[in-house]
T-cell receptor
Framework: DAGITQSPRYKITETGRQVTLMCHQT?????MFWYRQDLGHGLRLIYY???????DKGEVPDGYVVSRSKTENFPLTLESATRSQTSVYFC???????????????FGPGTRLTVL | EDQVTQSPEALRLQEGESSSLNCSYT??????LFWYRQDPGKGPEFLFT???AGEEKEKERLKATLTKKESFLHITAPKPEDSATYLC??????????????FGAGTRLAVHP
């Protein structure tokens, strides 16, 4: 039962480089999310996806690009990394958004990204 | 504006010393309130979902309660392994079509032997 995995777990890169963070889930969840976690800000949503080929912006999308060609994968790309994007990135997934009942989001282990 | 505030920011307890963490929220209709536990270097781990005022849920030494304005996470006779950051999040009833979560900044709990 792999659940939700992220790779790499740690990444150091330089300003201006392109970086892709990977997220894979084995539950066939419809929804997937990318968050960043910074001291003083808590978890903030970058992008989310409702299904394959359906993505939308969250609270802090600038500088990030996502795609979702397969239900199980949701990569996050920093097209030209900046120091302000140094953070811990978490991927999450949930079953669906429909109905009045709240759907639980399950989180991956995170990727710690440092931009020099 | 939907908002979640957790207090205290940090809490130090002796083993066996019971206490409570607070999560105050402002939301235009609550679909659910979530508690997560986060260990250093790991992702948030789901603990509880509460849906309506008056609801309570328990798991081992943890009990979560919910009112119309806040939630409490009560920790009874804590052990050192309960040390972690506890995150509270709310899901508004009207989320623009997805199960949006609004997180608080968390409470860092340290339990000492």
């Amino acid at each position: 039962d792999a659940g939700i995995t992220q790779s790499p777990r740690y990444k150091i890169t330089e300003t201006g480089r392109q970086v892709t963070l990977m997220c894979h889930q084995t539950w066939s969840h419809s929804y997937m999310f990318w968050y960043r976690q910074d001291l003083g800000h808590g978890l903030r949503l970058i992008y989310y996806s409702a299904a394959a080929d359906i993505t939308d912006k969250g609270e802090v999308p600038d500088g990030y690009v996502v795609s979702r060609s397969k239900t199980e994968n949701f990569p996050l790309t920093l097209e030209s990394a900046t120091r302000s994007q140094t953070s811990v990135y978490f991927c999450a997934s949930s079953r669906s958004s429909g109905g009045p009942v709240a759907d639980t989001q399950y989180f991956g282990p995170g990727t710690r990204l440092t931009v020099l | 504006e939907d908002q979640v505030t957790q207090s205290p920011e940090a809490l130090r307890l002796q083993e066996g010393e019971s206490s409570s963490l607070n999560c105050s929220y402002t939301v235009s209709g609550l679909r659910g309130l979530f508690w997560y536990r986060q260990d250093p270097g790991k992702g948030p781990e789901f603990l509880f979902t509460l849906y309506s005022a008056g609801e309570e849920k328990e798991k081992e030494r943890l009990k979560a309660t919910l009112t119309k304005k806040e939630s409490f996470l009560h920790i009874t006779a804590p052990k050192p392994e309960d040390s972690a950051t506890y995150l509270c999040a709310v899901q508004p009833m009207f989320s623009g079509g997805y199960n949006k979560l609004i997180f608080g900044a968390g409470t860092r709990l340290a339990v000492h032997p």
